[in-house]
């Protein structure tokens, strides 16, 4: 039934995919082989999304990016011939290498997945620290700092911030940020989620009062209003929220359809949020134009950033590693390594001469600017192993009614921000991520720090139930 079902969702995915190349006009003026290819990277990763067993994972995750952004968007920019960034046409041979190495990647993801899924570790060691859950007073001062970080948010943006109207600089350098910038969006807004996710599974062991979780979850909204935030950084929080409060679906193929929905309609709606101009009733005046326009802007980059890349790449030769190093040493200031490299995204937006370069630079072209074919097989291998390790060891866990575990904590949140590391650069992404699983850690371990003696309770609540270290608190024999 399960097969049936993934069967019809994949067709009805191909069936739109195939009627959009039958009703555009310039059908007849492209290759018909890079066509072909295209639909194979669209079956490829539609199959990938809706055999997951999951109703969420990393592996869905990777395969909805590769459908949307590497597969059904660069068919439209294909077709109509409009690319973000560029004026000219891409070459049919270009499209055709990236094409085919793209659908070697996909394959031999599938294939690294299976292999490390089969290795990967999930047991959780029994419960050795002493974190006494009925003792809550260093949640207390995680909540003191919690509110802060809420009021610091609020005085560096001159009030609530309801609609991000900003745009960054076109000669803005992606790859290196303020002290500022990196305590509000790193520290300060990770300190909130991670705190946020730990009192909602706190609520769950009806361990707070309903009072408290509505108090953090309304000052974690407003100061982290949607609109008002980078997408990445929204579709970070607000998964991170909803999936802590709601682990399972009796649905597995709606969640994935909801961000496929979401990255077709929504997203061009939240580009229109940065815009002075943008109003309810401008979007809904304009939805389809707002839609079509998207497709072609700087939001759907990753494919025509892929290509650039391996078009650079194969014209002036690899830069073996350089890029990667600012990647790995991300936390060394500019100031001491004036050569430090710049995200790789800004880096081939300035060999081209493009007028913005805060564009991305998707993990393939990563991997191929660095070290060619090579570091690309690089790409998919360490993905496929990340991906895999933290897909068994959440569900295994979870299954088994384990809550608590940092990992599976912090897990909701990785998923955006993995897909964000996807479309890259990996500059920032990566420092972005380990900024905020480093700052999750430390709210971790303040609040399971051991109290002895006196005993505290957070808000009031008639249902109140003492449980266990082991029923709450469990930690990954990693």
Not at 88 to 114: M, Q, T, W
Not at 129 to 156: E, K, M, P, Q, T
């Amino acid at each position: 039934m399960k097969e049936r079902k993934t069967y019809i969702l994949v067709g009805i995915i191909l069936l739109l995919y195939v009627i959009i190349i039958l009703l555009n006009d310039n059908t007849h003026a492209v290759s018909l082989l890079n066509l072909l290819s295209f639909s194979a990277i669209v079956l490829i990763s539609a199959i990938g999304v809706f055999e997951d067993k999951y109703p969420y994972s990393l592996k869905k995750f990777f395969w909805i990016f590769n459908l949307v952004f590497l597969g059904y968007i660069p068919t439209m920019q294909y077709l109509n011939n409009r690319y973000p960034w560029i004026s000219e046409k891409l070459s049919d041979d270009l499209i055709l290498k990236v094409n085919i190495l793209l659908i070697i990647c996909l394959l031999l993801f599938r294939f690294f997945y299976k292999y490390f899924s089969g290795k990967a570790t999930t047991n959780v060691s029994p419960e050795k620290v002493g974190a006494d859950v009925s003792n809550l007073r260093y949640y207390w001062i995680g909540g003191s700092l919690f509110f802060v970080f809420c009021a610091l948010i609020v005085i560096r943006s001159g009030g609530l911030v309801f609609v991000r109207s900003d745009l960054i600089s076109a000669t803005v350098d992606n790859a290196g940020n303020t002290t500022e910038n990196l305590l509000v969006d790193k520290v300060a807004r990770s300190w909130i989620l991670i705190y946020a996710i730990i009192t909602i599974q706190l609520f769950k062991y009806k361990r707070i009062s309903l009072f408290w979780l509505v108090t953090i979850l309304v000052a974690t909204v407003l100061t982290n209003f949607p609109l008002a935030l980078p997408r990445y950084l929204a579709a970070t929080i607000y998964i991170g929220l909803a999936l802590t409060y709601r682990r399972w679906f009796n649905n597995p193929n709606l969640f994935p359809i909801v961000i496929i929905a979401s990255l077709f309609y929504v997203f061009p709606i939240l580009t229109e949020a940065r815009h002075d101009y943008f109003s309810v009733e401008y979007v809904a005046s304009n939805f389809s134009e707002i839609s079509a326009k998207a497709y072609s802007t700087g939001d759907f980059d990753a494919y025509t950033m892929l290509c650039k890349t391996v078009e650079y790449t194969d014209l002036r030769g690899m830069v073996y590693g350089e890029q990667l190093s600012g990647v790995l040493l991300f936390f060394v200031p500019r100031s001491f390594w004036p050569d430090k490299p710049v995200g790789s995204g800004y880096f081939i937006g300035q060999k081209n001469g493009f007028y913005f370069l805060n564009v991305s630079c998707p993990y393939l072209a990563e991997g191929y600017l660095n070290f060619g074919i090579p570091g690309v097989l690089l790409m998919v291998l360490l993905f496929a192993l990340i991906f895999a390790r933290l897909d068994k060891f959440y569900w295994a866990n979870v299954s088994r009614g384990i809550q608590m575990n940092f990992w599976i904590l912090v897990y909701p949140t990785l998923l955006g921000m993995f897909f964000f590391m996807m479309r890259g650069d990996l500059l920032s992404s990566y420092a972005y991520t380990f900024g905020m699983v480093v700052t999750a850690y430390l709210v971790y371990l303040l609040v399971k720090k051991k109290v002895k003696k006196k005993r505290f309770r957070v808000g009031r609540n008639e249902n109140f139930i003492p449980v266990t270290n082991q029923e709450l608190f469990k930690l990954s024999s990693n």
